[in-house]
């Protein structure tokens, strides 16, 4: 079974009905919508005076959608950004956010492992990855005099 919200017009059209004193079997004939559904939109009309959809429960998200966007365009752009560098980024537009929720946003949209690249040689002797290397498959060497055996 699909379910589905009723369109304002309709649920303002029952209501319509029910004021003009119609039962629900009546109601619910003539615009061809089961009697339950007609009775749940006139006991809402009646208790909050209204057949706008009204908010549901559960807490707002502390973030909107264009800004969700923004920060995950920004994370790919930046793969090497630090979560903090993030948090700045947003504190500037605006967006005061934990570190924990913006790892949570990236999650969601696929985006795992913010972590720094890695460091350059810092100094010339830190072997630079040719010369480990060629250390690894060197070939071990005879010295006689001034000769080198292999």
């Known amino acids: 079974m699909v379910r589905r919200e009723f369109p304002k017009h309709q649920r303002d ?8 004193v119609e039962g629900y079997t009546i109601i619910s004939k003539a615009l061809d919508i089961p009697w339950n559904t007609v009775k749940t939109v006139i006991i809402k009309w009646r208790k909050y005076g209204t057949t706008k959809t009204l908010p549901r429960s559960g807490r707002p998200s502390k973030i909107n959608e264009k800004t969700r966007r923004k920060l995950v ?3 790919s752009k930046r793969p090497t950004a630090t979560l903090k560098e ?8 605006g967006c005061v956010l934990h570190v924990t929720t913006i790892s949570r946003i990236l999650h969601m949209n696929g985006l795992w492992g913010r972590v720094a690249r890695q460091k350059p040689f810092l100094t010339k002797k830190h072997p630079s990855p040719a010369e480990v290397c060629n250390n690894k498959h060197q070939v ?4 006689v005099g001034k000769f080198v055996m292999v």
């Open 86 to 93: 993030l948090q700045e980024f947003l504190a500037s537009t």
């Open 73 to 75: 365009r920004e994370a």
């Open 140 to 143: 071990p060497q005879k010295h």
């Open 13 to 20: 059209l029952i209501v319509e009905k029910h004021q003009s």
